[in-house]
Nanobody, 114 residues
Framework: VQLQASGGGLVQAGGSLRLSCTAS????????MDWYRQAPGKQRELVAS???????NYADSVKGRFTISRDNVRNMLSLQMNSLKPEDTAVYYC?????????WGQGTLVTVSS
């Protein structure tokens, strides 16, 4: 299973970015898909999750600003990030899990300037 994240970049505070994660396997087959992030010097943290019934969960720090979605036709996981803050600066990773096995994609860097 391969996951490929893209869409990171440099954006000013208050701006928006949309991250995408494509998978080599049908994403509808995964039990859950997530976005994590890791800021410099910090531990990796869960940002948002979407499970097989399409219910979603968000970290408190991104609620109301980020939206996770899954497009089964395009076989893509997305993270729409609005009202970005400098503290959102991190490497963002997509993750997928199925039957207790976890797969990670490579990260995509998001830098938010003040």
């Amino acid at each position: 299973v391969q996951l490929q994240a893209s869409g990171g970049g440099l954006v000013q505070a208050g701006g928006s970015l949309r991250l995408s994660c494509t998978a080599s396997r049908r994403i509808s087959s995964y039990n859950a898909m997530d976005w994590y992030r890791q800021a410099p010097g910090k531990q990796r943290e869960l940002v948002a999750s979407i499970i097989s019934d399409s219910s979603t969960n968000y970290a408190d720090s991104v609620k109301g600003r980020f939206t996770i979605s899954r497009d089964n036709v395009r076989n893509m996981l997305s993270l729409q990030m609005n009202s970005l803050k400098p503290e959102d600066t991190a490497v963002y990773y997509c993750r997928a899990s199925i039957f207790g096995i976890v797969y990670w994609g490579q990260g995509t860097l998001v830098t938010v300037s003040s």
